[in-house]
């Protein structure tokens, strides 16, 4: 964190990251005087309502982020910054965008819990876009041109007013990472009316300890249950609206995903939390599982970060594959889209066992057969052969029939790409 006092006193000259929160209500020009150095100019958490017209004299400018401010309107000032490729406008009050605030770099737009009603068909000219993040709006559409961003990978679209899912977004060559829950969908691509079965666990059999993790949806402890002598883990969850989606959409995929080696097993659902924060309790993690890697930085945008010193031995490269594949295709038969089939959201040992987590972008789809849940599986698929690719990567062996996998689970047309049940097979060869 910078301060203001730093900034016009030109204490920051030459400086490649700039973050200043003191309640601004107006842009300070003296950020200006950085033009030749300033990459990052995060400025969340204000009080901003718009930023200069010409805001591209910031001509090196790569990432903006102005989140949890007061705008209305997408300025159009970020869309005059000629290197701008990552734009963060989340939690504010905007309920329009314009073609001209699109700069023509934009490889990511994070516009989460705002007001849209729409966004424009010049989104669709914008072709290096790779990640779109539009949850907690109020879209009751998508615009068509979209379908011209055939670099697009990663959308989230949940927590909207969606009534379809178009025909082109189930075409798109390249996207992986999909999560459109809690939208007025057609009844085969919302969550079932009636919930799966899920244990009742008492609040007063339970005694918190100490916090192991949280995230945009909530917040994991360590717990002591009374009907067990081993300790579980408990998520508390929130009720704000994430990058995602809704946390309550992300419970109720939680349950829905059932037991399966690869899961972490679900134990109960808390109904009597005193504040009536929602809350599942789980199966505690040994402490020797690691994540298999970290998530996309701002510069990969939408690939993960791995450990320098990550190598995986081929065998274990086999079984963590194989296990994947497996929990994805049980997954599917039940009529769930997990959305972020990630290595970061991956715990696994040196062996190769892995476990899938987080469910915070899962979506429903008809669990039997039919175009759009075919249409589904296969965007997933997409993003099992990028987690294949990487893992190969980090090998010093070669495998030529995993990597001609890899990329059929990769190829432009998502008709042609094998279904989970096959590459099950395929692996267990």
């Known amino acids: 964190?910078?301060?203001?006092?730093d900034l016009k006193a030109g204490r920051l000259r030459g400086i490649t990251r700039l973050n200043l929160k003191e309640g601004l209500e107006d842009f300070p020009t003296e950020i200006f005087d950085l033009a030749d150095s300033l990459e990052m100019l995060d400025l969340s958490g204000n009080a901003l309502r718009d930023l200069p017209e010409d805001l591209g004299r910031l001509k090196r400018l790569k990432v903006l982020f102005c989140s949890q401010n007061r705008f209305t309107h997408l300025p159009h000032g970020v869309g005059t910054c000629p290197a701008l490729e990552t734009v963060g406008f989340k939690s504010n009050r905007i309920t329009q965008v314009d073609a001209q605030?699109?700069?023509?770099?934009?490889r990511?737009?994070?516009?989460?819990?705002?007001?849209?009603?729409?966004v424009p068909e010049a989104l669709g000219d914008c072709?290096?876009?790779?990640?779109?993040m539009l949850a907690g709006n109020q879209l009751s559409a998508l615009p068509a041109r979209l379908a011209h961003c055939e670099r697009l990978e990663l959308l989230r679209i949940a927590s909207n007013r969606l009534v379809e899912l178009p025909g082109w977004l189930l075409?798109?060559?390249?996207?992986?990472?999909?999560?459109y829950a809690d939208n007025p969908l057609p009844a085969d691509l919302r969550a079932p009316a009636t919930q799966a079965d899920c244990r009742g666990v008492a609040w007063s059999s339970l005694e918190l300890q100490e916090e192991l993790g949280r995230g945009a949806s909530g917040i994991i402890h360590r717990a002591r249950w009374s009907a067990q002598e081993t300790p579980v883990a408990v998520k508390l969850y929130k009720g704000a609206?994430?990058?995602?989606?809704?946390?309550?959409?992300?419970m109720s995929a939680c349950i829905a995903a059932g037991e399966h080696p690869q899961l972490v097993r679900l134990i109960g659902r808390i109904h009597d939390h005193p504040e009536r924060r929602p809350a599942l309790v789980m199966q505690l993690i040994a402490p020797h599982w690691?994540?298999?890697?970290?998530?996309?930085?701002?510069?990969?945008?939408?690939?993960?970060?791995?450990?320098?010193d990550r190598q995986l031995r081929l065998s274990a490269v086999r079984r963590l594959a194989a296990a994947i594949a497996s929990v994805a295709r049980h997954l599917h038969r039940r009529g769930l889209s997990h959305g972020d089939l990630y290595a970061h959201n991956i715990l696994c040992d040196e062996d190769g066992d892995g476990l899938l987590g987080d469910f915070g972008a899962a979506s429903f789809h008809a669990p039997e057969a039919n175009p759009t849940a075919y249409a589904l599986e296969r965007l997933e698929v997409r993003a099992f052969g990028?987690?294949?690719?990487?893992?190969?990567?980090?090998?010093?062996q070669t495998d030529p029939q995993l990597r001609e996998l890899s990329m059929r689970c990769q190829q432009p047309e998502v008709s042609r790409r094998p279904s989970f049940a096959e590459l099950v097979e395929a692996l267990s060869a």
């Open 108 to 118: 990511a737009l994070i516009l989460t819990d705002n007001a849209l009603q729409g």
């Open 290 to 308: 690691k994540n298999l890697a970290g998530p996309p930085s701002l510069d990969s945008c939408t690939r993960d970060q791995y450990p320098a």
């Open 1 to 5: 964190m910078h301060s203001l006092d």
């Open 101 to 106: 605030a699109l700069p023509p770099s934009l």
């Open 171 to 179: 075409r798109m060559p390249r996207l992986a990472w999909l999560a």
């Open 241 to 250: 609206i994430t990058s995602d989606g809704s946390p309550l959409a992300e």
């Open 386 to 396: 990028i987690l294949l690719e990487e893992l190969l990567a980090r090998c010093s």
């Open 127 to 132: 072709h290096q876009l790779q990640k779109l």
